[in-house]
């Protein structure tokens, strides 16, 4: 077997607000084709994490290289032709847009039309352009089975719709690596199934890396190919789902092993 | 779950294409093109007065369409826009009396430059918003009515500059009669315009900044380009605007382009309805017609014999002004989404009729 290509490579990053170290020294690295998971308590530093490889944050310091380029620096309009796109923990859709219109916003590092050729739509190939487009993002919305609310506005849209339009719209960048911050959150058991299924089908069928964030512990263990975990901002283990879930360090952290342990000794 | 869509039933969409037309169903695409085939005989019928206006309203919709793109899409504001529309008008002006450039060359000749001279005006855009904003474009205003009284080579100064009638193909444009086809081309070319940007990358691009800027700056959007860009394309409309007024009166002077204008324009487009195509030229025909239609009452009051003549017929223009802003206020709070969001109410009841709820 050869070795695995890496993807992203994380080292060392640090990244402090004012006195509050959300990430400390943080080293991983995700391979070409793998579903990887980051788990760990609240505040713990994963939504901070993904910040910095999408480039919302600048970390203090360390270096994020993604396809062998290094990513610091870069703005995080830049990064979505290098093939990077993510979903938000918190809903970030436009909410005064179609759903259709919020997944052909995905699309847009990719038109090439603009301010002067797109009012001369017929004459300057706008329209066949768009139209192209258009038909990627149908395919999308037919892999998510949103299509009987393409045409709704995403504000007006469930919770649980909201993060599937948000799912396409990163899906429609085209990533080669897709970021999501609690995909599931919020979701009852039916729409968590659906939503594992499609990050299996993005992961095998679409080719793409999947970082995730993620709470749901039987999810996680499923589809995940190896996972990390972080504890007031630093990594206390990595590695498969197995050995996370024998790891001592990580069910004091977070499984809430710890209390059990004490209740039994109190018992 | 409120469907965006107002198609009526039974409407089904079998292609892409016929899904992103510009109008919504076909017989609003018929209802309009058959308003423009008929306005093109209006001169034909109607009198220089209502002519006069239709012009008016031409080139300060076509301003005020540019004004939405930047409050209503973008989400930015601008207390500047009159100062642009006047730079589009001595600009023009300046191409054909110093440059002898054709008019209708040098009417998107003065969109052009001040669409250069709006994004230089624009830059604190990409770092300030809201309020600050409002001032920052408020120092715009200010600077280029300063501008237009200084600079004599530009403006002609206190005296104004004389802006030459548009010809072509030997056929000059210097009537109401036919000045008004002018008018008509131009606000529906740029109409046109208008909803194309809307419906292709970067007007989408806009909304998104608007909406969630977040967001948009991770699915490619430059924040910084579309703040400034947003900036352009409102400048250019508002110089084709003010262009195509100063061809129409034929003289430009500075007077006319304050802060009042500013505010006006952007009247236009909150009663209109912000982030609307239709809603920009529904607002300009409403806050260009108001006076007018109290102008009649107060005719027809005075007319009636009730009220004597002389000094209240003073009190009723001062009536007519009051009722203008006071039509304003309530249009506010009652109608805060614009006539174009009224306009899609009523449409809707119609497509549901005689189910209505
Ligand atoms: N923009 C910010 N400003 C200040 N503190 C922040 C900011 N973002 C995150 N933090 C802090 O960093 C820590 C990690 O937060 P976060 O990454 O959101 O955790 P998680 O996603 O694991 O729940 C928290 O203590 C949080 O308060
Ligand atoms: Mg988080």
Partial sequence: ?267 | MIALSMRPCGDFRTTYKADTQIFETSTIRGVTIASIIALCFAPLVLDAYYLTLFIQISYLAIAALGLNILVGFTGQISLGHGAFFGFGAFASAWFTNTFAVPVWISIPLAGCFTMAVGMLFGLPAARIKGLYLAIATLAAQFIIEDFFARAEWFSGGAYGAAAESVSLFGHTFDSDESFFYVALFSLVFMYIWGSNLMRSRDGRAFVAVRDHYLSAEIMGINLTWYRLLSFGVSSFYAGIGGALYGHYLGFVSAEGFTLMMSVQFLAMIIIGGLGSVQGALLGTIFIVLLPEVLEGLVGMIAGSGLVEQGSLMESLSYFKEMAIGLVIILFLIFEPDGLAHRWKQIKAYWKYYPFAY
């Fill in chain 1, 1 to 267: 077997m050869s070795s695995p290509e890496k993807l992203l490579s994380i080292s060392k990053v640090s990244l402090a607000f004012g006195g509050v170290k959300a990430l400390t020294d943080v080293n991983f690295h995700v391979n070409k084709g793998e579903i990887f998971s980051i788990i760990g308590p609240n505040g713990a530093g994963k939504t901070s994490m993904l910040n910095c490889i999408s480039g919302r944050y600048q970390p203090n310091q360390g270096s994020i290289t993604f396809k062998g380029k290094e990513m610091l620096g870069m703005k995080p309009n830049e990064r979505s032709d290098l093939g990077l796109g993510r979903t938000f923990q918190n809903l970030a859709l436009f909410g005064h847009m179609s759903v259709l219109d919020n997944i052909m916003v995905g699309r847009h590092h990719l038109l090439k039309n603009n301010f002067a050729t797109g009012p001369l739509y017929w004459f300057s190939g706008a329209q066949k352009e768009e139209l192209e487009h258009r038909r990627a993002v149908e395919d999308i919305i037919d892999f998510l089975e949103i299509s009987h609310i393409r045409k709704s506005q995403a504000g007006t849209l469930s919770y649980g719709l909201r993060k599937r339009v948000e799912l396409a719209r990163a899906v429609a960048l085209k990533p080669d690596l897709i970021l999501l911050d609690e995909p599931m959150a919020g979701m009852n058991q039916e729409e968590k199934e659906d939503m594992a299924r499609y990050i299996l089908d993005l992961n095998e069928e679409w080719g793409m890396t999947v970082i995730m964030i993620e709470h749901d512990m039987g999810v996680v263990m499923g589809i995940s190919n190896r996972v990390m975990v972080l504890d007031f901002g630093r990594k206390i283990a990595e590695g498969l789902p197995d050995e996370i879930m024998a790891n001592e360090h990580v069910k004091k952290a977070y499984l809430g092993e710890e209390d059990e342990l004490l209740m039994e000794e109190t018992a």
